[in-house]
């Protein structure tokens, strides 16, 4: 052998065990090392020795004890001994590598089936990955391994060992195992062995009244688990889809679709009644799709509303929730992400008596949370707002909501017609999309009331053509008409792991074009890491081409509106297109130059 041994401190020597022999990890062991690493002083460490005397010494671990004491961090000014750094020292030490558990990476079916959740428990370990060649298992003490060789015995393959962060480990072996539980005794299979009935078999012992019911205890906590769940990893959408031989559940968490469990097929039709009794749909009716919605609450006691839809398709009812989280619908004008600049402009807009509000965009462009967070902030007591909408997309107690029903003909028109006569001050008109609707919205605001709506045009200056399209006449647009809102998300880069590149001129100037900008000195480029699943990017928020109507814009304001120059004058007026406001974040560091490239159209 010619490699040689990286040096190994005496201290480093002193934590691990002879072999054979166990060692749980013990406090001065893990400080002597904090000490000759300049984190702490002896004299800290005989402080931290002592105050830990006696307290419920075997119930706590070391690192989380560590963790409560909020260390500064010596090596990294500004930022604290936390749990996961001090995991990640232990990793480090042990020579095992550090593992920041990630849920949706884990097959719970497959790690809950290596040891029972008794032997987890008692030597708090938890399998995170089983492949042919061999199994991954996280803790949180790397020098105890006594219990290696059974699972080494049973699994018939070697162990890999893995570090992770023991309040995280304690946490996902509840969850991981009372989910499997839940699903296994839903299943109505036996437990401590593997089933292996085909599909015929399962029905058949199905038939002998073991099929899952929407009440039964499992099913509830399976359904409780996935809302959970969902919350805990801001997915915005659910889908519930059977498939041939399993059922999928997926997440979509910001703007793309995760598959978060696979669960069996008859678990997966009782899960899916239980979602319908609760949102009071019709259980029984499987072959029309339907729609309902819920109310729940978060771990954190938050309020949230959930709209649910169902739908037949080739192997069985499929599901989707859309999940209406308050803090993401309701924002405040920074968190939506306007500049100071766009904020001048909407808030010039909107505190007007009357006249129109419009804001365009493609569906999931955010104009519901503009929308919604923007008359949230207008609806004090003196003021009656009323909307009309197809659907209400989040029940909000200070508005007067009326939902949009074709069927039994009440329509955005006729909707707002009923409004009218209950004296409101604000209307929200989900859309227009006729000329029905805009003729509507224009009575309403040549009454006094201010009115907001939505359009899909691609940016603002085409809301005017589109609406000359509909037939609205050109002198009622300039009568009425405040200003048009085009907006976009953008996805944020993760704070974790962005890098600095650098910006070529070219780029920047497709970018910024027609506009001569400065180019930004740094920006940003996504890296990936856990804490955003390896996308680079975490959030969203929007970026605004505000155009708001001046004398200028209502001259060219005619039958034979051109376009080009609607939008050259808003322009010069101090309009921002999408791409430039799109730019300005990216000169911030706050999003990438692909990503606005993917998501705002061309300037012209
Ligand atoms: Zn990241």
Redesign the pocket.
């Known amino acids: 052998m010619t490699t040689v041994a990286p040096a190994v401190s005496s201290a480093v020597l002193k934590l691990r065990p002879a072999p054979g022999h166990d060692r749980p990890l013990d406090l001065r062991d893990f400080c002597d090392l904090l000490v000759e690493e300049g984190q702490m002083t002896q004299d800290e460490l005989e402080k931290l020795v002592d105050d830990r005397r006696g307290v419920n010494q075997s119930k706590q671990h070391v690192l989380v004890y560590l963790a409560e004491q909020n260390l500064p961090d010596r090596k990294r000014p500004g930022h604290m001994l936390d749990l996961d750094t001090l995991t990640q020292k232990l990793a480090h030490y042990s020579g095992q590598p550090y593992l920041r558990i990630d849920p949706l990476n884990i097959d719970a079916a497959k790690v809950t089936e290596v040891m029972s959740v008794a032997f987890s428990q008692r030597h708090k370990i938890l399998a995170v990955e089983v492949t042919d060649r061999d199994v991954t298992i996280a803790s949180a003490e790397p020098f105890v391994s006594s219990w290696e060789s059974s699972i080494a015995h049973v699994m018939r393959r070697p162990i890999k060992r893995v570090v992770a962060n023991p309040l995280e480990l304690a946490r996902l072996t509840t969850e991981l195992y009372r989910l499997s539980t839940s699903i296994q005794y839903a299943t109505g299979k036996d437990m401590g062995h593997r089933s292996t009935l085909t599909n015929l078999e399962q029905m058949l012992e199905l038939g002998k009244g073991k099929d899952p019911e929407a009440n039964d205890q499992h099913v509830v906590n399976i359904v409780d688990w996935l809302l959970q769940y969902a919350f805990e990893q801001r997915a915005s959408d659910i889908h519930i889809e059977p498939r041939r031989d399993i059922g999928n559940v997926r997440f979509r968490i910001d703007g793309v679709l995760y598959t978060v469990y696979q669960i069996p097929v008859q678990v997966l039709t009782a899960v899916t009644s239980r979602l319908k009794a609760l949102s009071r749909m019709n259980v029984a009716e499987k072959r029309r799709p339907q729609d309902g919605r819920l109310k729940t609450k978060t771990p954190e006691g938050n309020e949230v509303e959930l709209r649910l839809s169902t739908m037949p398709s080739a192997f069985g009812e499929k599901m989707v929730m859309r999940i209406f989280d308050p803090d993401v619908l309701l924002k405040s004008f920074g968190d939506l992400g306007f500049s100071t600049d766009d904020l001048a402009r909407w808030q010039g807009m909107i505190g007007r008596k009357h006249g129109i509000v419009l804001i365009t965009g493609p569906t999931g462009s955010g104009k519901t949370t503009t929308l919604y967070s923007t008359l949230k902030t207008l609806a004090t007591r003196e003021v009656n707002v009323c909307t009309i909408e197809d659907p209400i997309e989040m029940v909000e107690s200070s508005f007067n909501q009326m939902q949009v029903q074709e069927n039994i003909e009440l329509t955005f028109a006729s909707g707002v017609k009923a409004l009218l006569r209950q004296d409101p001050d604000i209307i929200m008109i989900g859309e227009i999309r006729n000329l029905e609707t805009a003729e509507i919205a224009i009575q309403a605001a040549l009454t006094g009331h201010l009115v907001f709506s939505s359009l899909h045009t691609n940016d603002a200056p085409t809301a005017i053509t589109r609406l000359l399209e509909l037939g609205v006449p050109g002198y009622l647009i300039k009568a009425t008409l405040i200003g048009v809102v085009a907006q976009r998300l953008v996805r944020i880069l993760?704070p974790?792991?962005k890098r600095e590149t650098e910006v070529d001129a070219s780029i920047w100037q497709n970018l910024t074009a027609p506009w001569q900008t400065t180019l930004p000195k740094k920006v940003y480029e996504p890296?990936?890491?856990l804490?955003?699943r390896e996308t680079?990017y975490?959030g969203r928020q929007g970026i605004y081409e505000i155009m708001q109507m001046s004398d200028g814009l209502r001259t060219l304001v005619d039958s034979k509106a051109d376009l080009a120059k609607l939008r050259q004058l808003a322009y010069r007026e101090g309009m921002c297109s999408l791409r430039l406001s799109g730019a300005q974040k990216v000169a911030s560091g706050q999003t990438s130059v692909l990503e606005v490239l993917r998501v705002a159209p061309q300037s012209h």
């Open positions: 993760c974790k792991c890296a990936g890491c804490e955003c680079g975490k």
